[in-house]
Every structure is written in structure tokens, then in C-alpha cells.
């Protein structure tokens, strides 16, 4: 296993280009399997967690090339319905094929996802949604197994106790692309990455409206076709970046973002003092002043994403005041406060709250990261630390960051990779 090792205290300067979205291509990628006919989907992220989704497609007998971005997805003529456990196991996001399977097969069997260290991870919105739709849904031996002759539209509400499930919404916005009638799914997830893939599935012939709303109505048709589709700008990536300029009072300009899915981000890093400044398609991320300390709940789209928590953790690790950081998606979503306490920081854990006291300086440590945005959080703490820091286990990092250390590099990180 590899390990990065970061010598602190550059201030990060140039410019880099945004990869496209983790959590919009997994969706996006799955949706293939709703036609027999040829898909292309560009500006796709080599990614850990995407590959893991192309053996999946290969698995279910799906063609899949992969080269300089841009996969090309195609039927042999060997179908299955079993998506197995030791790849759904790997990535809970790979659950999001049970809907196409299932409308494209009349039946399916989709391992359940683990949970992973972020949570238990449950999958009854899904199931819900599913069912809702006439599926059969029976659980044996670690395996849903669904099958309807016919699915049918119905009106679903999708909501939780955490709010709206994204790939929950998605499961079923996909299934319902081939139920006989209208399915409106309500509370469903606005996020970004689900209006992206209702862009791919109406380019393939679905009928959708309200998608990025909490609304969605979907009419049932026959079938759908292939399509082509470039995947929005990873905006997680894109905030993890802009916490990396101020972390190290730099003055990065990102590239390639869609700044309207970044309005949460943008808000908080102002009040903390960013200066952010647009242009097209690019922001300039630097001081405006001293950081002051903020305070942060994580929300479903449009609120602060929960896949900013760690990384706007490290940034007030090191701001003068008291953060409170509020964890509303999931609340233990907190591995990385034991691991940037090792470096130094003062952070307090509070059920689903972390009290950060900003200490001057971080101090460089061997730290292990835990899970994909804890890793993030680290490299951000080891970019401002004194001396060195190892953040071991890094393919944590290697499954949402597309060469995480190569852009980093660019913009004067000192940053490299060693065997553990
Ligand atoms: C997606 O996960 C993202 N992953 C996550 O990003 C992201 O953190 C999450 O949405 C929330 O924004 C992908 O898109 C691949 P949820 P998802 O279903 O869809 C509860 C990252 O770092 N829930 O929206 O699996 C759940 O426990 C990853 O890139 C149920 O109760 O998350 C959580 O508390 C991590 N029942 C909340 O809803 C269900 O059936 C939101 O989960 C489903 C979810």
C-alpha cells in the first residue's frame, strides 16, 4: 500500500482543472444498463470507485472501454442480473444498479451494500421506492432480491430521517424510466449529481421533469436508447481545493467548476475571509483577511455538503476561535478528529458536533486515513503542518481524487508518494 508524505508550510499558488463528478458518473454509469444500444460518457474521472463500477457493468455483460476520459458502453450478448458481493462489498454506491437491473430484467439480485466507517449506511428509501413501484422484495442471505413483470408508476415519498437519499432517488428515478405511467417521487434528492443523470437518462429517451428539485416526475416509456454525455465538474473536488489555497494562505484559481453547485461552499468560506472571484468558468481562491472562525451544519443540497466536513475541519484546525461543526448527514461522520488531534489540533467531539479551538500550528505526524474525505481533511492538515506528515492508506484518497498529488504538486506542494 502507498502512503503520501507532505513537507508543510507552501503557500499554493497556479491554477488546476477540476476532474468530473465521482458522485455524478456512478449513477450516470449504472444507467447504461437501461439499453441494449452503445453509450459514451465523457469527461470521466479515473477513479478507484469508477473502475470498481466498469467491473460491475463487466460483470453484468456489458462491453466497457476506458481510455483519456471517455467510456464507451456497450451490450454483448451475455446478460446477468446478479451484481455480487465482493464488488457491491467495495463501494455502496454500486447499490444504485439494483433500479436499472431490475426494469431493464423484470428481476435482479444486488448484494446490500456494507455500511462503511462513515455509518451504518441503511438502504430502506431505496427498498421503498422500489416496492412502491410493484417490485417483489424479498432479503435472503445478504441479497435483495427483486422482480416485477411490470413496474408501475406510483407517487413515493423518498424522505428519511436524515433528509432525502441521493442514490436512493436515484435508484428509483431510474427504475421509474421504464414503469407503465407516471411516478412522482417527492422529497427527492436536489442535489447536483441527480440532475445529472436525469440529463443522461432524458438524452436516452426518459421523460423527466423537476430533477435538481425535490419534485420529480418521471412518465414510464417502451424503452430507451443509447446517448452521449460529459459528466458536470466534480464540485467536492473543486471545494477541497479552495479549502487547499486557504489553508496555506495561498492563491489558487480552480478551473472547469460550475459555480452555482457551489453556493454553501462559497458562503462559508467568505465569512471565514476568502476572497472568491469568478470568471466563466473558473474561480480565484485566496485571503481577503485573517480566518475567523465559523460555524458549520452539514445539509442536504442546497445546504453545506457533508462531503466538506472533514476538509472545512483541517481549515479551522488552525483558525484563532471556536468552530462548531454540526454533522447532520452522518452523525459519526468524524474518523478524522482523532487524527488531526495527533497533529496537534484541539478538536472536541460532541455527539454530532465538533468544537474546534483554531490552535497557531499544526505539527506534522504519521496519520491514517480512514475514509475518502477524512484523507482529503489530512492532506489539507499536512499542507500547512510543520515539518512532515504520512498519511498512510491512501487508496481512501485514490477513490474520489483523480491524481490528488500530481495537482497538488503543480501548484507548489511539496508532495510525494512512498511505499507504506
Ligand atoms: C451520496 O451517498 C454520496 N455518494 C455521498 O458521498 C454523500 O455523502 C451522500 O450522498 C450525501 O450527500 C454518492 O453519490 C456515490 P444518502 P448516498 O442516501 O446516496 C440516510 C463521498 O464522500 N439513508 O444521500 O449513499 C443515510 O444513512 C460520498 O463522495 C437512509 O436512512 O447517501 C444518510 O444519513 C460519501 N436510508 C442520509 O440518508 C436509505 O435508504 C443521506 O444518505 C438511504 C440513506
Redesign the pocket.
Known sequence: MDKLVIEGGVKLKGEVVISGS??AV??ILAATLLTDEPCVIKNVPNLR?TNTMLKILRSLGKNVEFNKGIVTVSSTRHTSFIADYKLVSTM??S??VLGPILAKLKKAKVSLPGGCI???????????GIKSLGADITIESGYVHAKASQLKGSQVYLG???????????NVMMAATLAKGETIIESA?C?P?VADLAEFLIKMGAKIKGHGTPIIEIEGVRQLHGAEHSIIPDR?EAGTLMVASLITKGDITIKNVFYQHLGAVVDKLEEAGASISKTDSSLRVRLKRKLKAINVTTL??PGF???MQAQIMSLMSITPGISVITEK???DRFMHVAELNRMGAHIQREGPHAIVEGVKQLSGAPVMAS???ASASLVLAGLVARGRTSVSRIYHLER?YENMEKKLQVLGAKIWREKE
Do not use: M, Q, W
Open positions: 465521482k458522485n456512478l449513477p470507485d455502496r454506491a447499490f444504485c462513515i455509518g451504518v449506511r441503511p438502504v430502506d428509501l431505496h427498498l421503498k428519511g430521517v436524515y433528509g432525502s437519499s441521493v442514490l436512493a432517488t436515484d434528492a442535489e449529481e467536492i442536504p443540497y455538503p457533508t462531503d448527514i452522518y452523525p475514509d475518502l474525505r474520489g
